[in-house]
């Protein structure tokens, strides 16, 4: 099974917005603002099917 570069460079940019999302959501935390948490929290929950949507439709090139 070989993979698309397209799917892996999508898949990298999905994580690098989930590592993003969570470190201001560690730092809003800390800063007690916590709206901008929960704000980053359902953000990075939102990443989570894109993430399985790109896997599974990269899948089967």
Known sequence: ?????RGVILLCAVLFLNIIFTQKAIHQYYYEDYTA???????N?????????????EKNV
């Open 1 to 5: 099974m070989k993979r698309s570069y």
């Open 45 to 57: 929950l939102v990443l989570f099917p894109v993430a399985l949507f790109i896997y599974y439709k």
């Open 37 to 43: 948490t929960v704000i980053y929290a359902v953000l």
